[in-house]
């Protein structure tokens, strides 16, 4: 029997061996299932991923591959030498600070303060609304943000009126130097609620009798806070935090797009915008490609040492296979 | 049952006043801009107008359903999130059966494939050549092929389906089901939960899309969506005051403005989230935590 076993095993190595092509024979579906979503994946993922390619050639649309004439790092050596470049990277870096300081310690606060009301419908309500910014647009919160801190009867001036804080309304959205401030407090209004429900079910996680033991100690609310709330938490803030820190260059342009105006580009630029501005709307293709790809690396570089060192540090790796 | 001290008291009712605060500063907006929208428009430009409007109207939204291009772009809007979420769901939904399937040949390589498109993609420029060399500018399809699966949404589906037990697919294969059928008749029907939450979070994000219609879509005015419009209303308003980009010159005759006719495409737009919003909102905490499980 041995020699036909070995036979066997032999066979199984080959990819056209008798059992693979039953296999395969038997597994037609799953193959008819995913062929199309694997020719999908590779055009609308892949692809793309070959156009960095782009970022080293003289690229002319229309032009074949091979025709495109390479000039190697001069796109790369370009960029660096842009002094909008950095400027835009500041901007990146400032608002992507500001929202990891606020957009990630303000939803904490929120989870804690939630979870100290006792009356369940009043917490309920306050749930629900908060989550509701979280589902619209950021065209709509643009619109909102626009009419709320506008010049004629916008809220916010009437109240800073009201209160005689200024004379004359302030015209915010022209203000350059409120514009990250606006933008991040736009970012908190409308994800701290949202952001908030993994806090609250890390809190709900801890074991009561933790508190109830605490309480037998004579532990007040902020101690009970302080000593078993917080470190109850602190393996979900950790994973959060790094998170955030992994997606530091992703922050995206949409609200810096839409809330943007001629007067206050120095301050609301980003990297996404400059792309899109040098790079579609200009049709500096090469040279957008290469700021694009500059920014993948950076964020592939960022999620993956967050990554590590979340590892080493909490045992938690959010990069799970 | 418990009593009150002092520090509980001031502590309760700072606490109470902070959240009371937090819902009226989320919920003005919205009502501020639903009274404007439902205002007259000379009115409204006098000031004044908190959350009940004055001299209560239709006109700003009979404006929105009068103008060719905006009811148009509501129409696209709706197919839009239709049919992007019917595709969607189905495809997510197959990827992530076949993956599942710990006996499929090709598991391993379909799967990294999907996986390695959660951290690096190709960027805004190789995206935008790879659409036009397809042909899909000006195409409904730019709507729905390019984002037709998440990986995230995959691997949350997956991990719902890996919950199952194996031996339903066994024994309907016994019966001689083959995976299609097992994939259409008993997977996709039990994931009812995962589905109905990915399908949630897929037509919020079909319905709140703009930026594919700027790119690809902008100069085709038969398929502009109603969040493209209203960025394009809201851009003009910041670029240059008040400007009518729908032509509707003679105010006095049509009595809306601009700012109301954009209030009320606020609220057409953010209407559909706010109906289903409370039916729907256990679904999305669920794949809220559905995907923390997993990550």
Redesign the interface.
Known sequence: MQPVNKIAQRNQKYIFSKKNIKRLNQQKYLLLMSLPFVIWVIIFKYIPLWGWTMAFQQYIPGKGFFQQEWVGLKYFIIMFQDNYFYLVLRNTLAMSILSLIFGFTLPIVLAILLNEITKQTFKRMVQTISYLPHFVSWVIVASLFNKMLSIDDGVVNNILMALRIVEQPVQFMAKPNFFWGIVTFADVWKEIGWNSIIFLAAIAGISPELYESAMVDGAGRFKKIWHITLPGILPTVMVILIMSIGNLINIGFEKQFLMRNSLVRDYSDVLDLYILDYGISAGRWAFGTAAGMFKSLVSIILVFTANGISRKVAGIGIITK | MKRMSA??II??TF??L??II??I??????L??LA?SLNNSIDT?K????IFPREFTFLNYAEIFKTKALLTSVIISVLRTIIGTFTGII?TA??A??IS?H????RKA?TI?????M????????????I?N?RLTNNFLVYI??G??SAFNVIVIRSFIDGLPFELQESAKLDGA???TI?FRIIFPLCTPAIATISLFIA?GQ?????DTY?YCSSNKKLTTL?FE??KI??S???SGQQDIYGSSDLAQKRVSPESL??AM?VV??MP??IV??FV?KY??KG??LG?V??
């Open positions: 520090a509980d502590f309760h606490n109470y902070l959240m937090l819902m500063a989320t919920l003005y907006p919205f501020n801009v404007i430009v000031g004044g107008i908190t495809s197959m990827v059966f076949v399937r006996d499929f040949i090709a379909v494939l999907y996986i390695i498109t951290y690096v993609s190709g960027g805004l420029i190789p995206e935008y050549m790879l036009r397809l092929l390019p037709l699966i083959n995976d299609l994939f919020v319905w709140n899309s703009w930026f790119l969040q209203l960025q809201l851009l308003a910041q670029s954009r209030m606020t737009a953010t989230i706010v919003y409370p909102q999305f905490i809220l935590t923390a997993k990550t």
